[in-house]
């Protein structure tokens, strides 16, 4: 299988992108990651997989990323070529349904879902999205509205939050994303 991959750089640090012929497979958070380590976190999943570089394929993806960061995209028009279970499936295309600007729990997405009963399962699901950002798991927050869990780092989660907050809100209108004064 062919993937393929650019690095951007993004207010949150690197991000690694890829992409198969069907669509977006991957934005992750590089951290301190050389390709090499990308590439070999992914050859389970992956294990045929082709790296090509290529900047040209992914840059509709890096266009609505900047978008995003600046302010002016809420919503992403992009093509994914996810895979996981059904349930992930299931929860993924729930976080995306999430406005921009806006919060859920993990017991809503459960509910969302019809499996009321399966939060840890949806806590689950959401570490393991394989799109960050695109697919907005930071969108998601405890029952008591605390920031739990995320993959890139409870810092980049409040990041996300603080720039939907604050490009999010009608004009005029000022406050906290949580408070919603």
Known sequence: MRLAYHVTSSPLGLLFLARTEHGLRFVEFMERKSLKRMFASHAEQVPEAKWEPSLLEL????????????GVLKRFDLHLDLVGTEFQLRVWRALCAIPYGETRTYGQIAKAIRKPAATRA?????????????????RVIGADGSLTGYGGGLPRKRKLLDLEARFGRPAGRTGDLFTGS
């Open 59 to 70: 840059k509709p993806v890096v266009d609505q990323l900047d978008g995003y960061f600046c």
């Open 122 to 138: 949806v806590g689950l699901a959401n570490n393991r999205n394989p799109i960050a950002i695109i697919i907005p798991c930071h």
